[in-house]
């Protein structure tokens, strides 16, 4: 029994301490948001936060995330209060088939998180990790940089 902070909410799982988390929040705790893409960490669809840093969740142990704070994009807003980026997507309608919609939000949102006002070559360098197989992103770039300008108060 492994014990996960999702979301704001403690959790006790039955999972091996090895499983990946990507399979944990998935299987176990039935939050599928978080996407698989590749199983190898290179195309960025399983993306959660890990105390607020953007980590592949395919390539973290369930055993190594401790007491530390796990957010999936379920987490990042809701519904009637989505987070500034979640905002910005879907007023910029980024998605097109949007499988890695969800890794593209949450390396957005830690991207501005650390770096409110990112340069073009900044969103380019931290959202060239997260693969988008529509090439939607010049609308990501777009929806990064209104998000940006909203969290600023803009």
Do not use: F
């Amino acid at each position: 029994m492994v014990e996960l902070r999702v979301n704001g909410v403690v959790q006790q799982v039955d999972v091996e301490e090895e499983m990946p988390l990507l399979w944990a929040l998935r299987d176990a705790l039935g939050i599928t948001g978080t996407k698989y893409g590749c199983g190898i960490a290179q195309c960025g669809a399983c993306t959660v936060h890990l105390d607020g840093r953007a980590v592949r969740a395919c390539q973290v142990a369930v055993g190594d995330v401790g007491h530390r704070e796990i957010t999936t994009i379920e987490g990042l807003g809701t519904p009637e209060s989505p987070h500034p980026v979640q905002a910005a997507w879907i007023e910029l309608q980024v998605a097109q088939c949007g499988y890695c919609q969800s890794g593209q939000i949450m390396s957005a949102a830690a991207l501005l998180e650390r770096t409110p006002d990112p340069s073009d070559d900044q969103i380019d360098r931290v959202l060239s990790a997260n693969l988008c197989r529509c090439g939607t992103y010049p609308r990501i770039k777009s929806a990064v940089k209104l998000a940006a300008q909203r969290l600023q108060g803009g």
